[in-house]
Structures are given as structure tokens and as C-alpha cells.
T-cell receptor
């Protein structure tokens, strides 16, 4: 089965700095890569996703890049704000089998 | 309001006492799935369903059962709960498989 690894497990940045979270996957058949944000005590919510036919996607301060050859994808958050503090999960899925495999999560702390 | 509703939100039970966690969605989604969240392990998929009467195992199905008799409902059944099933459980749905997941608020289960 698929194996998704996520790094780092914790990340602390100063407000205004950029944050990068990286994930690798093992199954080249995976073609859908979402990122979820989970605030303390809340449910995970999608912040951005990318499919394998696209190399990069942006939404305001958030971007995701995908390298299919190397089997890794990354979340980039620019101009971080205290409200970005949360746990972020990457995931991989594949159209035909429809299983979801999540990374172990990154706890991001943005210091004011 | 479009949502995924799961109940109960909190439950303390004893080993061997059968329990059911209900999940219902009002978005006419084809795909529904269950996850457990444990510290350091991220979200792990237990079971998923592509449509009514179609269910399949995720990564950690042992000790769990599901059914999908109606499109909107996808209950998770623990026939004989054990302490290692103490966890935070999330139900989620999406329009189709490899797509944006909408999560329920979570059910925290403790098995003594």
C-alpha cells in the first residue's frame, strides 16, 4: 500500500516568515494530494489540493508544489500569521482505489 | 447547512460492549469514510464506501464493521471494543472518491 511521510513534525516560525512542510509518497499511482488544516479541538479542513497533472497551485498565501518524478509534494505558507498555527496534514489518494493515506502531521506554531 | 454529523461526540465504554457511532451527511455525497486519529500517527482510514451497499477496507479495518444501506448514513460498529480502540474518530464524505473530504466534528471514544 501507499506510505506517506511528512516532515517536520513540528515547525516554529516568526510571524511574517514563510513555512514549508514536505511530504513524500511511495505509490506512483497516487494522483490526488490534498492538504488539511486542523486547529486545536476542531475537525480537519481542506486548505488546498493538487492533482498529478499540475505541478503547482496557489491560493493567496498558500501554495502546493508537486514533483511526480521524486514523489514528493510541499506546502508553502508565506507571510505567516498567528491564526496559521495549527496541525497540517498531507494526504495521497488515487482515483481507482479511492483510499486516503495521511501523513503524521506537522504542528505549526507562528510566534507573534 | 451542508454538513457531516456524527454521534456521539464523546463516549466512555467498557471492553466488549458493542457500540455504534453514527454518521450522516446531507450533501448527497457518493463517498463516505471513517478515520481514527492517534497522536503521532495522523489520520488512518478504517473503512470507506463508494456508494450504497459498496464498502471496502481502509488501512486499519480490524475490529470494526460498517454498513451503507442508505446514501446519507455510514455507521461505524465496534462489535467488541478493546482498549486499543480508544481514539478520536472522524467520519468524512466527498462527492466522489479522490476529492475534497468534508469531516464531521469527531467522536472521542474511550474503552476501559
Amino acid at each position: 500500500g501507499e506510505n506517506v511521510e511528512q516532515h517536520p513534525s513540528t515547525l516554529s516560525v516568526q510571524e511574517g516568515d514563510s513555512a514549508v512542510i514536505k511530504c513524500t509518497y511511495s505509490d506512483s499511482a497516487s494522483n490526488y494530494f490534498p492538504w488539511y488544516k486542523q486547529e486545536l479541538g476542531k475537525r480537519p479542513q481542506l486548505i488546498i489540493d493538487i492533482r498529478s497533472n499540475v505541478g503547482e497551485k496557489k491560493d493567496q498565501r498558500i501554495a502546493v508544489t508537486l514533483n511526480k518524478t521524486a514523489k514528493h509534494f510541499s506546502l508553502h505558507i508565506t507571510e505567516t500569521q498567528p491564526e496559521d498555527s495549527a496541525v497540517y496534514f498531507c494526504a495521497a489518494s488515487e482515483d481507482n482505489f479511492n483510499k486516503f493515506y495521511f501523513g503524521s502531521g506537522t504542528k505549526l506554531n507562528v510566534k507573534p | 447547512e451542508a454538513q457531516v454529523t456524527q454521534n456521539p461526540r464523546y463516549l466512555i465504554t467498557v471492553t466488549g460492549k458493542k457500540l455504534t457511532v453514527t454518521c450522516s451527511q446531507n450533501m448527497n455525497h457518493e463517498y463516505m469514510s471513517w478515520y481514527r486519529q492517534d497522536p503521532g500517527l495522523g489520520l488512518r482510514q478504517i473503512y470507506y464506501s463508494m456508494n450504497v451497499e459498496v464498502t471496502d477496507k481502509g488501512d486499519v479495518p480490524e475490529g470494526y464493521k460498517v454498513s451503507r444501506k442508505e446514501k446519507r448514513n455510514f455507521p461505524l460498529i465496534l462489535e467488541s471494543p478493546s482498549p486499543n480502540q480508544t481514539s478520536l474518530y472522524f467520519c468524512a464524505s466527498s462527492l466522489f472518491g479522490a476529492n475534497v473530504l468534508t469531516f464531521g466534528a469527531g467522536s472521542r471514544l474511550t474503552v476501559l
